[in-house]
């Protein structure tokens, strides 16, 4: 007999759910459908919608239970700021001495990228390993919990930025110099180029894009 999912599976599962659509923006959680499609009961599914909603994944209100929060260009917009500033403050908490052992292997991963683009893949998952290969060796578990917890809530929005090829190559562009920069020992230029890059994919934002996510 398969045992009952655990609490984090719970949620990782939810969190897959919202991601994917099968939860949609701005759609109520109906409580007792899911619980029954995981097999669950209401009271550990409740515990799972409400962690969520203390991420900010899901919004709790009172007489309507938990609901998938609207897509919002604005809050997207936020979100790749606040990122951006919190991977560079993770990459600036770096000692310097770990952070030379890096660019080659960021530089292999970007290598991926270039082949991923070629063959007309999803650069997602290849991208969010070069992010998390790059981070890998802060020191502060903390700050990286943090980056974790909100890196769902912006993943949310990707399928609004329609930046295509010429976005993906600047992109693969801006992780190249930023090795560079590591390599070179100019820590102050990598963070600067990584919170660029992270800004910079805001403005593909196209308005009638923005709108469509926000009528969803």
């Known amino acids: 007999m398969a045992r009952p999912p655990l609490r984090n599976d719970l949620i990782e599962e939810i969190t897959t759910r919202v991601l994917d659509g099968r939860l949609a923006a701005g759609a109520r959680v109906n409580e007792v459908h899911l619980a029954r499609e995981l097999s669950v009961s209401r009271t550990p599914l409740r515990e799972a919608l409400i962690g969520l909603a203390g991420r900010g994944l899901l919004t709790a209100e009172p007489g309507r239970g938990f609901l998938v929060p609207p897509f919002d260009p604005d809050e997207a917009r936020r ?9 560079a403050l993770a990459l600036r ?11 080659d292997a960021v530089d292999a991963v970007a290598d991926e990228m270039v082949a991923a683009l070629e063959r007309g893949a999803d650069l997602s998952e290849v991208d969010d390993r070069w992010h998390a290969l790059l981070l890998s060796r802060c020191p502060n578990p903390h700050l990286l919990r943090l980056i974790e917890q909100t890196k769902p809530l912006l993943k949310r929005y990707e399928w609004c930025y329609f930046g295509g090829v010429p976005r993906a190559g600047e992109s693969i562009g801006e992780h190249r110099r930023i090795a560079a920069a590591l390599r070179e020992g100019d820590l102050s230029a990598a963070s600067a180029m990584l919170v660029r890059n992270w800004v910079s994919t805001v403005a593909f934002l196209r308005k009638d894009n923005g709108d469509q996510c926000a009528s969803e």
């Open 79 to 87: 979100l790749y700021t606040l990122l951006a500033e919190l991977e």
């Open 93 to 103: 908490w770096t000692s310097p001495l770990e952070l030379a052992g890096l660019p």
